[in-house]
Nanobody, 121 residues
Framework: QVQLVESGGGLVQAGGSLRLSCAAS????????MDWYRQAPGKQRELVAS???????NYADSVKGRFAISRDNAKNTMYLQMNSLKPEDTAAYFC???????????????WGQGTQVTVSS
């Protein structure tokens, strides 16, 4: 049973930093792209950052220069280093991973349960 578990959220003052982690476990053959999404109350879920298995990254304009996504393929873990946090970064942050399990022909998306990030002004 594949599971994604996020950690590292919390309450921080504006200008502060947090580091989120997303650990994948279970019957995993390989992990393709991994992404961080966020969803603020009353808003749609939005893509924050993504990283391919080869380490190519992409960011939403709103976080470029402040956030850094990375992954440790040996540990099946992805990270999001968030610096210079702003109140508008307040949201639940979710990780998504495209995972191929043994015996399957195609990868599918798996989601974590989310971790709350709150930035006070």
């Amino acid at each position: 049973q594949v599971q994604l578990v996020e950690s590292g959220g919390g309450l921080v003052q504006a200008g502060g930093s947090l580091r989120l982690s997303c650990a994948a476990s279970g019957g995993i053959f390989s992990i393709n792209a991994m992404d961080w999404y966020r969803q603020a109350p009353g808003k749609q879920r939005e893509l924050v950052a993504s990283i391919t298995s080869g380490g190519i990254t992409n960011y939403a304009d709103s976080v470029k220069g402040r956030f850094a996504i990375s992954r440790d393929n040996a540990k099946n873990t992805m990270y999001l280093q968030m610096n210079s946090l702003k109140p508008e970064d307040t949201a639940a942050y979710f990780c998504n991973a495209r995972i191929l399990i043994p015996g399957s022909l195609f990868p599918r998306d798996y989601w974590g349960q989310g971790t709350q990030v709150t930035v006070s002004s």
